[in-house]
């Protein structure tokens, strides 16, 4: 494998001309333009490092990233994805098949150098270390790169930097969005717990902030750098210090550093020196893919939300209120516990339609959405039933709570003012029902129960609450209003 040679693989002319420009000046650049050439081209010229675009006719490029992994010539030759910058799907998924790294379109020439340079030089840090330390790196890597939790990936790199160095402390520390100083992880520190410092007191970081680039002191008495917290260090039982930038894509992991104190009177050695980087390489890759993991899991739960959400209310669906409903009356039925409806429709809706148009009356659905989304209970499902009608479940609450909640509801709704109605005042018809005691055999009786109970509501004057529990009237037709 030659360091010095770099296979780009892309089937767009201008892609292939762009990188070549920015790395022919310090690599001798080889080119393909599908997958099947990029393995042949790797298996006969041993690059150092490929760069491969996810989007190419025939074979694409995650499948060849997988081959070129699996394949016994190049699986350990570093792999740069190239995608552009909305498909992160790809990327993951590049990721998954086994890419070291990955660059986004428009690329942007000091990133591509830093990142080739990065993994090519990263080969040179394994020269003085022991094999204990080589251990330690793969048993991390396998560690944090099944870990989908950014804070656990932290708590794992310095629980495993302090089983092979003689440290005083290993932490890790990043700058918050107010510019402050946290301590994120350290071997002193409970599992989960953060504290914050004055980043004034900690010129070693301050000093990488500002160069992001590596920091050692040998000596922190006598170090120039130190000289503005002698008195500050002057007691602590450490003498050596090197600070280490986690500064990949920190567009999306945000500013790290590694630092490592450790007692040892000689200084930072060699293999002290290269295994902090290498450590922060590997910390950079584990939060970079825990963190772009997450931000697909945070979109799949905001897409799937809105999904069952009704788009005008932001109250769950029919469907969704229905399965939940389902899963709450097994629940209750199994546990004995009650189970209540609260069914409410709007009265007159028509006649607001037609007096104020539907503007208004979309108005006024929304307005009794948000009201319905405050008052309930986090345990409860609020949902829009079906034109102007709505419904609540309430697991755990039996008739007397569902009477209460469906007071509150109606008052609250009584006096809302809607500016746009001319004085008019909403109110709504509401039913109760509540499973107890095995009274009902099924979802479907319950949901019966408080359609016929708001029926009951409607035709007894609106603008009131009724409560039915007999079973036995589920086989009447509702009243009509």
């Keep these: ?75 350990f030759t570093p792999l740069i994805l190239l995608s552009s910058h909305s498909k992160k799907e790809e990327i993951i ?91 994120k992880a350290s071997t002193d ?32 008495r006598t170090d120039p750098l130190m000289a503005p917290v002698q008195k500050l260090v002057a007691g602590l039982d450490f003498n050596s210090i090197i600070v280490v930038p986690i500064i990949k894509k920190e567009n999306i992991i945000g500013t790290f550093f590694l630092r490592t104190a450790t007692p040892l009177t000689d200084g930072i050695s060699g293999r002290v020196y290269n295994l902090c980087h290498l450590v922060a390489n590997i910390s950079a890759n584990a939060l970079e893919n825990a963190t772009l993991f997450e931000s697909m899991k945070t979109a799949q739960r905001l897409l799937e939300e809105r999904a069952i959400r009704d788009g005008l209310t932001h109250l ?39 007096t104020y148009g539907h503007i208004r009356g979309d108005e006024v659905l929304r307005k009794i959405g948000e009201v319905v989304r405050e008052v309930v209970r986090e345990s409860d499902t609020p949902a829009r039933y079906g034109g102007e009608e709505f419904a609540v479940m309430l697991p755990s609450t039996g008739s007397e709570g569902a009477l209460e909640m469906g007071r509150r509801l109606g008052a609250i709704i009584r006096e809302l003012r809607l500016e746009n109605l001319k004085g008019d005042r909403v109110t709504v018809s509401t039913g109760v029902s509540t499973f107890y005691q095995n009274n009902l055999q099924s979802f479907d009786q ?31 037709p509702p009243p009509k209003a």
């Design 446 to 476: 319950l949901v019966q129960l408080a359609d016929h109970a708001m029926y009951q509501a409607k035709s007894g004057g609106k603008d009131r609450i009724v409560a039915v529990t007999d079973i036995s009237l589920i086989d009447e």
């Design 189 to 220: 520190l409970p599992s989960g717990s953060e504290i914050r410092l004055d980043l004034d007191r900690y010129p070693e970081i301050s000093r990488v902030l500002e160069t992001r680039k590596a920091v050692v002191i040998n000596n922190i």
């Design 316 to 354: 769950y669906t029919h469907r969704h209120f229905y399965e939940r409903l389902d899963e709450e009356f097994s629940r209750a039925r199994r546990y004995h516990e009650p189970l209540s409806l609260i069914f409410m429709d709007i009265d007159d809706f028509k006649r607001i339609n037609d």
């Design 93 to 183: 998924r590049g990721l998954q098949a086994g890419a070291d790294d990955y660059l986004t379109k428009p690329m942007y020439p000091p990133e591509v150098l830093a990142r080739v340079d990065a993994h090519l030089r990263s080969k040179g840090y394994f020269a003085e270390l022991e094999h204990r330390d080589l251990r330690m790196l793969l048993e991390l890597s396998d560690s944090v790169s099944i870990s989908r939790n950014p804070k656990k990936i932290l708590q794992l790199i310095v629980a495993k930097m302090a089983d092979v160095i003689d440290v005083g402390r290993c932490s890790i520390a990043g700058i918050d969005s107010t510019g402050d100083l946290v301590v």
């Design 1 to 75: 494998m030659n360091s010095k040679k770099i296979l780009i693989v892309d089937d767009d002319n201008l892609t292939r001309e762009i990188l070549k420009d920015i790395l022919e000046d310090h690599y001798e650049v080889f080119e393909a333009t599908c997958g099947n050439k990029a393995i042949k081209m790797a298996t006969d010229i041993r690059p150092g490092l490929i760069i491969l675009d996810v989007e190419m006719p025939g074979l694409g490029g995650i499948d060849a990233c997988r081959e070129l992994k699996e394949a016994e010539q190049t699986r």
